[in-house]
């Protein structure tokens, strides 16, 4: 069975809060919620991670097909909007309902970011 448009924005919007929620009591931060939709300027799904003392975008994803070069670069757009180190995407992983258990990818560009706290030089913003 195929998902109707708003049947998608709801198992959308019902991953993004069970990722903020569960980031948010993993982490001790109150201040990781779900960001509501900025249109033109998206600055990713979830607001209030950082790193470094500075921020992280993340890009939430539940669908049935993977798009890993196209959420990345969805994710770097958002990252550069948000003036943020790096911009991550949360992947569900189907059949896991666990929203620590769920899959997270970006470009090692990133990785390297994260664990220096500075981006190489050639990143896109």
Known sequence: MTRSRASA???GTTFETAIARA???ALGDDRIER???TGAADRGDIAGIRIHGQRVVIECKNVARMDLPGWTREAAVEAGND???VGLVVHKRHGVGDPLDQWVSCTVRE???LI???RPDGGPW
């Open 9 to 11: 924005k709801k198992a």
């Open 83 to 85: 003036d943020a180190l």
């Open 111 to 113: 990785l390297v970011a």
């Open 23 to 25: 980031l948010a009591a």
């Open 116 to 118: 220096t706290g500075e």
């Open 35 to 37: 960001r509501a939709r």
